[in-house]
């Protein structure tokens, strides 16, 4: 069988320069990605200059001159703006750019590339807060309850995706991903940025861990394995379908505070912030994920394991 030609949408992202990573250690070699602000010379280096490719999906024109061009035969859809804790602050730049790129890039599917498939990223963010305890963990028939602007745009990609699909038999399937962590991630999200503090305090930079709400349950899973299993759904999910991803394990947030502070070569005082605790926080958030597993995945690396390489990473980014 040939190599495919992969297109990810937002690869010079987080997640996405781990998916290069995990497709080159499958013997993909094809890659092209796309990014929004500048190159990314760690990506450069993995795939070439030319094939990272600048491109605004809010642009119609240009979102459909790539495909035209490029003719990818899978596309990861990384794409987004993944304001979280800022996403009422930023609600209207957040709807207006998640929802526009996702339609673009689908009419774009539609008419250049009708037969490649498309692996759509959604969030459990969509899942909200669970009513009751038997609601959980959360499967793929979970009621959606968006609880953020943020979480009310995963739901309309994943709508629009679902609408396409249906209309007009494209080729998608649908990923839900629970908490993911890793290097390179950025500190807007929970783990680095509490990483980040230590590391600060190490240095004699911060007197104080900050936090905000630690009672909140979540359910994490390594970068590395979370792009596995978007290989494994690429290749192997059934179209049409949606697969949570996510480790099956709720660990409460202040037992991963302390994990990460005993990984400190200082001792780590903490201390609770009012300005990082949002106006609403989903209590408990563990993926059902039986049918992700079906398809032969299972997540591999453990949570002490992750941590450490955080930690480190950020250290070693200082030095």
């Excluded at 249906?166 to 962590?181: A, E, G, Q, Y």
Aim: a negative charge; proline letters at 4%.
């Amino acid at each position: 069988m040939d190599q495919p030609k992969i297109l990810i949408t937002g690869g010079t992202g987080f997640a996405g320069s781990h998916l290069v990573e995990a497709l080159q250690s499958k013997g993909f070699e094809n890659i092209h990605t796309t990014s929004f602000g500048g190159g990314s010379e760690y990506l450069a280096n993995l795939i070439g200059k030319a094939n990272i490719h600048q491109l605004d999906l809010t642009n119609a024109e240009n979102t459909n001159i790539l495909l035209k061009e490029l003719v990818p035969d899978q596309i990861y859809h990384l794409a987004s703006f993944a304001y979280v804790g800022k996403s009422f602050e930023k609600a209207d730049e957040l709807l207006a750019n998640n929802i526009t790129l996702q339609l673009n890039l689908l009419k774009a599917v539609k008419d250049f590339v009708p037969k490649a498939r498309l692996l759509v990223v959604g969030s459990a963010e969509e899942y909200g807060v669970s009513k009751s305890e038997d609601e959980l963990p959360c499967d793929e028939d979970h009621k959606l309850r968006p609880i953020n602007p943020y979480a009310v745009s995963k739901i309309a990609q994943d709508m629009l995706a679902y609408s396409y699909h249906i209309s007009f038999n494209l080729d998608i399937v649908t990923v839900r991903p629970f908490n993911h962590i890793g290097e390179r991630q950025s500190p807007d999200f929970a783990i680095p940025a509490f990483a980040t503090q230590i590391v600060a305090i190490e240095n004699g930079s911060q007197d104080k861990l900050r936090v905000g709400n630690l009672s909140a349950i979540r359910d994490f899973t390594d970068v590395k394995d979370m792009m596995l299993a978007y290989i494994i759904v690429m290749n192997k999910g059934e179209t049409g379908e949606v697969y949570n991803i996510g480790s099956g394990v709720g660990i409460k947030m202040s037992e991963v505070v302390k994990k990460l502070a005993s990984l400190s070569i200082v001792k780590i005082d903490i201390e609770e912030d009012p300005s990082r605790i949002r106006p609403l926080d989903i209590p408990k958030m563990v993926a059902k994920n039986d049918k992700i597993k079906s398809l032969g995945w299972t997540p591999t690396i453990s949570l002490d394991d992750s941590l450490a390489r955080i930690i480190d990473s950020i250290r070693n980014k200082n030095n």
